[in-house]
């Protein structure tokens, strides 16, 4: 085990744990924002450098500090390391850099993008990001791509996060697309017009932290928070069964797996979940989806306090809540 102290806040973790996910032990604001590391994928990280942190002691054998900032998300713990995020005005200086830099080539989507109201960049623009950008040369533009009968490619939209092609290699299997070119020629492709269309391949949507994949089931049906997120299940052959159901009424607009307080899936699904069961009668209905995540989802507050637990019976977590005492 390793001791190490985040933004003054002690905390023990196992050895081999990553900077990042010792903070996501402690939790909260401290944690250090990530766009392309994902816990379920291998190999994921170091691409964005949103996660930027500063390592003031090396270790308690050599308390010298790190140089340079570090990325958090591959950089091994070492007991006794002292480790500065939100307290470190470098770190936030460099963290808003990189927001612009990463906004150098994105579009002003965000009015049209199905992403909208739970986009990773969208959250992140607006923690560490400025108003005006100092960006004068011409944009990166591409054409949309359908990569299949249900997923779109808006290239222009893409921060090459690498998580797209690691779900192909892990989950899905019989990868066709990947990074294509070098440099900022560098883009996701088929190279040969090749159909995405393995069994798991609809997850390639749910890990893109902006809205360069989407659902093209759902595309323009609707608001993310006009919709209302419920937990729901059914016997798969395939997968899991556990999903996300956003529904508008009656109407299951889209099916998602269900993600965590940061953004990641829980359990991977199939393309029969996501994409042809869109009614609610082919799903056992568990309950009003908590959205713990900061997203304008989670302030739709449309889970109604039940004063009376014991009356009624197996209901989820999320909705017992303590009334305001007036």
């Not at 159909?195 to 049906?221: H, Y």
């Amino acid at each position: 085990m390793a001791k190490i102290t985040f933004d003054g806040i002690e905390v023990e973790v196992a050895d081999g744990t990553t900077i990042l996910q010792a903070a996501r032990k402690i939790g909260g604001s401290v944690v250090p924002p990530a766009m392309c590391y994902y816990t379920p994928l291998k190999g994921s990280g170091g691409k964005c450098r949103v996660c930027l942190v500063k390592v003031t002691q090396g270790s308690a054998k050599d308390p010298r500090p790190m140089p340079k900032l570090v990325a958090s998300c591959i950089t091994p713990v070492q007991d006794g390391m002292v480790v500065e995020n939100t307290t470190n005005e470098d770190v936030l200086n460099a963290r808003k850099g990189i927001v612009e830099m990463l906004l150098i080539n994105h579009p002003l989507d965000c009015p049209i993008c199905d992403q909208a109201g739970e986009c990773n960049l969208q959250d992140l623009s607006y923690e560490h990001g400025v108003s005006a950008t100092r960006y004068e040369e011409e944009r990166r533009t591409f054409n949309k791509v359908d990569l299949g009968p249900y997923i779109q490619l808006h290239m222009t939209r893409c921060i090459l996060c690498y998580r797209c092609v690691y779900t192909a290699d892990q989950i899905a299997g019989n990868r066709v697309h990947g990074v294509l070119g070098r440099g900022d020629a560098a883009e996701i492709g088929t190279y040969i017009e090749n159909i995405v269309d393995q069994e798991m391949s609809g997850n390639v949507i749910d890990v893109c932290p902006v809205g360069a994949l989407t659902d093209k089931t759902w595309r323009f049906k609707n608001r993310v928070w006009f919709t209302k997120p419920m937990d729901a299940h059914r016997d798969c052959p395939t997968c899991s069964g556990k999903v996300t159901l956003w529904n508008r009424g009656d109407q299951v607009l889209r099916v998602t797996a269900r993600k965590d307080e940061y953004s990641e899936v829980e359990e991977f699904i199939c393309n029969t979940c996501r994409f042809e069961k869109k009614e609610m009668s082919d799903w056992t209905i568990e309950g009003p989806r908590h959205i713990n995540r900061a997203s304008v989802i989670s302030a739709n507050h449309y889970e109604l306090p039940v004063v009376n637990v014991p009356i009624v019976p197996n209901l989820p977590a999320s909705t017992k809540k303590n009334l305001p005492q007036h």
